[in-house]
T-cell receptor, first 116, second 112 residues
């Protein structure tokens, strides 16, 4: 069973370009979370998605950032008109269907975005 | 707003010594996680603590949870160089939404 997959692993964009980050959850997992880690800091929650639904986007910046998790295909985090402050590692995590007890999240290898 | 604080932020210790990392959080929760992160790498799950008084051990690491005190500890016994990494605790508070709030991290360096 393959783990959480993210691509690309490294992405370089110039200011003003768009960045698209992809996340394929583990097989059987229908919940995806995106987190951002700035250099020398902890991870910060961005958005929580289930298939075709955004459940919680309270951590997403109001502008330029969007996320989706379509019925088919990977989850995508899209950053429009990138700025230097967007340079960070972006991790996605997946978990199986939530029942009464919690399920831990399994993290992907991350995408390291550098804005020049 | 949930706040999660870890201390110390930096820890340098000699091989063979024992030490404890503390994780305090501000809101009621009974689900706490510990992760390890090596430089430039992703997060590796260490422990999942789901109830008050939970204690789990793996090798030289032992984690515990006191939900009444809103405190978790990660205890390192007889440290070895391989344990050098950054350790994060993370808290989830809402069933149905498992988003995690992470602590600031503790950067642990084990000196031979």
């Amino acid at each position: 069973n393959a783990g959480v997959m993210q691509n690309p692993r490294h992405l370089v964009r110039r200011r003003g370009q768009e960045a698209r980050l992809r996340c394929s959850p583990m097989k059987g997992h229908s919940h995806v979370y995106w987190y951002r880690q700035l250099p020398e800091e902890g991870l910060k929650f961005m958005v929580y998605l289930q298939k075709e639904n955004i459940i919680d986007e309270s951590g997403m910046p109001k502008e330029r950032f969007s996320a989706e998790f379509p019925k088919e295909g990977p989850s995508i985090l899209r950053i429009q008109q990138v700025v230097r402050g967007d340079s960070a590692a972006y991790f996605c995590a997946s978990s199986p269907r939530v029942r009464q007890t919690s399920y831990e999240q399994y993290f992907g290898p991350g995408t390291r975005l550098t804005v020049t | 707003e949930l706040k999660v604080e870890q201390n110390p932020l930096f820890l340098s210790m000699q091989e063979g010594k024992n030490y404890t990392i503390y994780c305090n959080y501000s809101t009621t929760s009974d689900r706490l996680y510990w992760y390890r992160q090596d430089p430039g790498k992703s997060l590796e799950s260490l422990f999942v603590l789901l109830s008050n008084g939970a204690v789990k051990q793996e090798g030289r690491l032992m984690a515990s949870l006191d939900t009444k005190a809103r405190l978790s500890t990660l205890h390192i016994t007889a440290a070895v160089h391989d344990l050098s990494a950054t350790y994060f605790c993370a808290v989830a508070t809402n069933f149905g939404n498992e988003k995690l709030t992470f602590g600031t991290g503790t950067r642990l360096t084990i000196i031979p």
